[in-house]
């Protein structure tokens, strides 16, 4: 694009002072609005949905798993052809009987391009665009407009990303995450997903695929198995920032999940992301 600065000079700019720090209320557990956070200047990163649907796909892409048909499959019949000029197709015949078998164009055959184990499905992208990614799809929590238009259920006075007490990490109990959620205002997003979870349509549900769950809040702690309250409603996940990526804040490669942390959560996110660079 001419004239836009390059990868480079914007991540550089996450240390540059001139940058603006956003800040946003900190939460109680009752709602209450406290006093409030400087977020990490990584939210204040320009949008790119064109670097994390990179970022995202190439994620996927590395967890796919290569697979390839058997070498003899469709290829396991005792089959005859009885040579041209007998007016007769060329595919070849089961011994003793005039049904086609083994060539690709008859039932039971082999596959005519079958898929190979030697198939590289990695999609490789550069680090510091990965870097940027992750920063952009960050400032996507942040933008009220871009979550609503992922499709998240959310009034216009809540201010994003929110952000709770680190009290938020030791509740234990779905009741008591459902009253801190609906005290917060953003409980109908859970009844959203779970409103739109069906049956999958297609042969997927008899591979263990049965259901389609649309996604909800995330949930971003300091640390490993904490908030366990949250784990089980429907479309919420809960990560903690050491393992928190791109495809966690944009799931499917479209920014702006909702997503709630902890004011620890945000120190830790800090730190991360100055190691980092």
């Given at each position: ?8 000079a ?11 720090h ?7 557990l009752?709602?209450?609005v ?27 892409a590395r967890?796919r ?12 019949h005792?089959?005859?052809w ?8 060329r595919?070849?015949r ?12 008859t039932v ?16 490789k992208i ?18 009220l407009?871009v ?11 809540v ?20 009253d ?10 859970v ?6 979870t ?11 695929r049965?259901?389609?769950?649309p996604?909800?809040l995330l949930?971003?702690?300091s640390?490993?198995?904490q908030a366990r309250?949250?784990?089980?409603f429907?479309?919420?996940d ?11 804040l ?17 120190t ?8 980092a660079?």
């Amino acid at each position: 694009m001419p004239g836009a600065k390059s990868d480079t000079a914007v991540v550089a700019a996450h240390h540059d002072d001139s940058v603006v720090h956003h800040r946003v209320p900190v939460l109680s557990l009752d709602g209450k609005v406290g006093e409030p956070v400087a977020l990490p200047i990584a939210f204040s990163t320009p949008l790119r949905p064109d670097l994390i649907h990179r970022a995202v796909i190439a994620a996927q892409a590395r967890r796919r798993q290569p697979h390839g048909t058997s070498p003899t499959a469709g290829n396991r019949h005792s089959v005859e052809w009885s040579g041209k000029g007998k007016g007769v197709a060329r595919t070849p015949r089961l011994m003793d009987s005039n049904r086609g078998a083994q060539a690709p164009n008859t039932v039971g055959g082999r596959p005519t391009h079958p898929p190979r184990i030697e198939t590289i499905w990695e999609k490789k992208i550069n680090l510091q665009e990965r870097h940027f990614a992750f920063a952009s799809a960050l400032a996507a929590t942040r933008d009220l407009k871009v979550v609503r238009e992922r499709g998240h259920d959310l009034p216009e006075d809540v201010h994003l990303p929110v952000v709770f007490v680190d009290a938020l990490e030791s509740v234990d109990t779905a009741s008591r995450a459902q009253d801190i959620l609906s005290d917060a205002k953003v409980w109908s997003d859970v009844q959203r997903s779970r409103d739109g979870t069906h049956v999958r349509a297609g042969r997927g549900k008899r591979r263990g695929r049965t259901r389609q769950e649309p996604k909800s809040l995330l949930v971003v702690t300091s640390g490993p198995r904490q908030a366990r309250g949250f784990r089980n409603f429907p479309g919420v996940d809960v990560v903690w920032v050491g393992r928190l990526g791109t495809e966690d804040l944009a799931p499917g490669g479209a920014p702006g999940r909702l997503t709630i942390f902890s004011t620890a959560a945000l120190t830790s996110l800090k730190n991360r992301m100055e190691a980092a660079a």
